[in-house]
């Protein structure tokens, strides 16, 4: 094996073989700007080499690109790397060690690719080695500064990173060549270039001339501030708008919003504790849109496009989210556009451009003008396409379905709810829980057992918390979880008197989320109404809440997640969504099963059980809300090796590695 070449398996390596790849790598990255590695199969051998030798030198270094400065200039606070994430369950794991309480806020931010640099005492500097950075206030000419309300030249003191913006780069940078007459591969190769110049004079002139000024852009510029209790919950739809944003990015600075306390928990030799990095892969390939399927959500309709197969990462895209509506017109994508998509850590693959394979044959536009269900003209509501046809069929499938996984009834998913419309005249959740069995046995898929199980499930859900009651409203923007903080403060009848000032007041709320709110508590007054004649409420508001013990699922199961999340809360659990030091129980699909789950779970010496052993002990165990435990009798069924898993429980099949 030669001794650049990345294996597949790195703990074949010797200690002096990693260190010596990881040289290698990181003068490909740092000192000639031409990587041959992904930046997650570098971190996979830096954590490697973690493992072998946690005090090796390379494993706390901090890197910077090589630069043409003046000088050495020792930063007032240390400029270190960041520790990194690539999934969301990192992210959490991370958080979850230093919050105070589910309100603890954060700061999002993108995470810019580029040279992180220092202007103060009029001097701009590089990170350097965390502690000490090169004087490159020789390249302050070729830099403009963008921070909150203000782009010009660099005149205050910013901690940022010196970037060059995409669009800055796709229309200027056509004009500018390196000395050797060739372009530049894209913003970071240019960056790192520029500011490896001594010379900048002929630079400069064109620079100035083509107005191609690199960008010393303000960390601080662009933030998200979000509640631990609802990062999951937004997550994605922040990574969404941030990689929208003109500027180069390798993914996602997540921090304590309190600087406080965030400074107070000190660093590593190697990054400060109060922030993390998650990464994106930056797996990107080039593929052909063919065409664009509209489907329905609760309150709009999502664009999802349809590219030639392309293999990324080892997995098969066929498909690709677009977001919405607004994201089609400002990428300006057409049918037939050359496209790039890329997968990014737990996001579903997206396509992050288009062009026309020629320009002048332009493909056609994949905005549709009418409803595809009802035919009604569609309208643009914000950044979303919307059918506002309140007896539009399908609009009404997904406001209903999504009502009932609020409500808690996890097996009645969209099929069997789409066959309850059109087959038994079901229109909404009043419906649901006025059924009979003699109703859902007209049903396909269903027989005797299987409608009895679900009817038993509608009627524990019938004991309900008055949040559910009001996420299953669909209102944007409310969950279960802002619903519950909401809820905490007023009792439903008491929010149905409250204005749009009154509720902008409360913890994390804000104009829109109360605009919303107070309109559809109008709106679907009756609604409302009706719900509470079906169903015992449990009120947040002044209810004693006693700590619960935390249970977390691991591998392959039989049902969603919700199901046995659900199932958990009524028998006295809390559902998480990691192990942590302070999980109480650990539910494997499969023991053997070699998840980092069940690794750090033995390492912690948490209890873990098997799932079938664990709904067996339910049995035994009476339920917080007491439902006939025949309703479980199903998943326990299915739990069994060998058990067939067909639709004759008349289920709706999935599942899901957590």
């Known amino acids: 094996m030669p001794d650049n070449t990345m294996p597949a398996d790195l703990t074949a390596l010797t200690l002096e073989q990693l260190v010596q790849l990881i040289e290698y790598h990181n003068r490909r990255y740092w000192e000639l700007g031409e990587p041959e590695i992904s930046d997650i199969d570098y971190d996979r051998l830096l954590r490697r080499l973690a493992e072998l030798a946690p005090q090796h030198p390379l494993v706390v ?109 796709r229309d200027k940078y056509v004009h500018i060549a390196k000395k050797d007459g060739k372009p530049y591969k894209n913003p970071r190769n240019a960056v790192a270039g520029i500011m490896g110049l001594k010379e900048i004079d002929e630079l400069r002139y064109q620079i100035e001339h083509y107005h191609a000024w690199l ?29 929208k944003l003109p500027y180069p990015m390798d993914g996602i600075v997540v921090k304590l919003a309190d600087q406080a306390y965030g400074l107070s928990l000190g660093y590593t030799a190697h990054h400060p504790r109060n922030q993390i990095a998650f990464k994106f892969t930056n797996i990107r390939k080039t593929s052909r849109l063919l065409q664009v399927d509209w489907s329905f959500g609760k309150n709009c309709l999502t664009p999802v496009a349809m590219i030639e197969p392309v293999d990324i990462g080892g997995i098969t895209i066929r498909h690709a989210s677009l977001h919405n509506l607004q994201n089609i017109i400002d990428k300006d994508i057409h049918i037939g556009d050359i496209i790039e998509v890329e997968r990014a850590g737990d996001v579903i693959p997206y396509i992050v451009k288009a062009e026309p394979e020629d320009p002048e044959k332009r493909g056609s536009s994949p905005i549709i003008t009418h409803c595809p269900c009802c035919e009604s003209l569609l309208v643009q509501d914000g950044p979303e396409l919307c059918c506002k046809n309140t007896d539009c069929f399908e609009t009404r499938v997904q406001r209903l379905t999504a009502a009932v996984r609020n409500i808690g009834i996890e097996r009645l998913g969209e099929p069997n709810i789409r066959r309850m419309m059109q087959t038994i005249g079901v229109k909404t959740l009043k419906d649901i829980f006025n059924l009979k069995a003699t109703d859902i046995l007209q049903l396909d898929g269903f027989k005797e057992k299987s409608a009895s199980n679900l009817l038993k499930e509608i009627k ?31 009792t439903i009848q008491e929010l149905r008197g409250k204005t749009v000032e009154e509720l902008s007041n409360l913890y994390g709320i804000g104009p829109e989320r109360a605009k919303a709110l107070v309109q559809e508590l109008q709106s679907q007054g009756d609604f409302i109404d009706e719900m509470l004649n079906c169903v015992t409420l449990s009120q947040t508001k002044g209810a004693v809440t006693e700590k619960r013990p935390a249970i977390c699922f691991t591998g392959k199961m039989p049902e969603k997640r919700g199901y046995y999340e659900e199932l958990a809360r009524r028998h006295g659990y809390e559902p998480a969504d990691s192990v942590t030091s302070g999980l109480a129980l650990l539910i494997a699909a499969d023991l053997a099963e070699n998840s980092s789950k069940l690794a750090k779970a033995r390492k912690e010496n948490i209890k873990i059980m098997a799932l079938e052993e664990w709904l067996s002990s339910l049995n035994d165990k009476p339920s917080v ?13 299915k739990s069994k090796p060998g058990k067939e898993t067909g639709n004759e429980f008349g289920m709706d099949q999935g599942s899901f590695d957590f």
């Not at 960008?215 to 990689?243: A, C, F, H, K, N």
């Not at 859900?461 to 905490?488: E, M, T």
């Not at 007491?626 to 998943?635: E, K, M, Q, R, Y």
């Open 625 to 637: 809300s007491a439902p006939d435990n025949d309703l479980f009798a199903s998943a326990q069924e």
């Open 460 to 490: 524990a859900a019938s004991q309900v918390n008055d949040f559910q009651l009001i996420a299953a409203l669909n209102i944007q923007g409310i969950g279960p979880n802002i619903a519950r903080q909401i809820l905490s403060e007023y």
């Open 61 to 169: 270094q901090v890197h910077a690109p090589t630069v043409s400065g003046t000088g050495k200039v020792r930063h007032t606070a240390p400029m270190l790397s960041l520790d990194k994430a690539y999934s969301l369950d990192e992210v959490m794991e991370w958080a979850e060690k230093y919050i105070r309480s589910d309100r603890e806020m954060f700061r999002i931010q993108p995470k810019y690719d580029g040279i992180s640099a220092n202007f103060a005492a009029g001097i701009l500097a590089t990170r350097g080695d965390g502690v000490e950075g090169e004087n490159i206030s020789d390249k302050l000419p070729l830099i403009e500064l963008e921070t909150v309300g203000y782009r010009g030249p660099v005149n205050r003191n910013v901690r940022g990173e010196i970037i060059i913006r995409d669009d800055v780069f």
């Open 215 to 243: 960008t010393l852009v303000d960390y601080d510029m662009i933030s998200y501030e979000v509640p631990y209790g609802e990062i999951r919950e937004r997550w994605q739809g922040i990574v969404e708008t941030i990689e």
